[in-house]
């Protein structure tokens, strides 16, 4: 195998643990983590395609990009998750599911 | 075999960052997923974006991640998941299979790092992604800000109970009522 080859299945692993977290998991800070995992998946398959296309620097950037949206999503779901424990006092989504069909 | 080590590596940690019951633990499996998988993207050729990745997702997020825990607690939720465990362990082989046949194989012709600078990418080509990465980190402040901010917790009593409440009062022979006072937007920000 290629070094991209490898460098792709690694990432569309990473985002394969990262949608299983998701899947099984009920808390709230573990949803963040398996998100992390996921982008982690997809910041290497970017600068992976970067390099294979001869525009490392344009894979760079998009990566840098990909990994402040990243932060921002990870600082504003722990806050999310910080509230919600003070208000509600529990971190299981099943539990605030309010509307149940 | 460097790199098929690192990947198996940070896919491994991957993996007990979801199977860890304690959530500190899961933070620091995601801590080694970071710290591994910079060191992948620095062997690739992506200095900068290895050093970034290093100290933001390995250092700023783990510390994140340990402060929210310690504020909100470190409970754990039982064996109880939200779906099956096999329907989402064959959900997403199938998928990893699928974007795996997909995608593979590559031509890789080019494994040099290529040329040009990060810096020139970015602010000529990607001008606008700095714009909206600027953009991105305010909004992250200022909701972090709105989230965090000491705040009483909304319990608002129905109307027939207040009504009951004013009569209970009338009757008790208060000369003047005191109003139901509704919180007020600042108090409860």
Known sequence: MSTLEIMLVSAFALVGAGLYGLLITRNLIKVVIALQIMVKGALVALVAAGQASDQLALGQSLAMTVIVADTVVAVIGLAFAVQVKRVRGTLDLRALAELRG | ?189
């Not at chain 2, 340990?66 to 362990?89: H, M, Q």
């Not at chain 2, 000529?124 to 909701?143: P, S």
């Open chain 2, 1 to 189: 075999m460097v790199y098929a080590g690192l990947g198996i590596a940070a896919v491994l940690c991957a993996i007990l960052a979801i199977r860890a019951t304690r959530l500190l633990s899961a933070a620091l499996w995601l801590a080694g997923v970071s710290a591994l998988v910079s060191i992948l993207l620095y062997e690739l050729g992506a200095r900068q974006v290895a050093v970034i990745e290093l100290s933001v997702g390995a250092g700023l997020v783990t510390v994140l991640f340990v402060f929210a825990i310690s504020i909100a607690g470190d409970d754990a939720l039982g064996e109880r998941t939200a779906l099956p465990r096999w329907l989402a362990a064959g959900a997403v082989g199938a998928l990893v299979i699928l974007l795996v046949g997909m995608a593979l194989p590559v031509d890789d012709a080019t494994a040099e790092a290529a040329g040009g600078s990060v810096q020139a990418a970015l602010w000529d080509q990607r001008a606008l992604d700095v714009l909206i990465q600027i953009v991105l980190i305010f909004t992250g402040v200022l909701c972090l800000l709105g989230l965090l901010a000491e705040t009483r917790p909304l319990v608002f009593a129905p109307p027939a109970a207040r009504s009951v409440a004013r009569q209970d009062a009338l009757s008790a022979g208060r000369e003047q009522v005191e109003p139901v006072r509704e919180p007020a937007l600042e108090e409860v920000r």
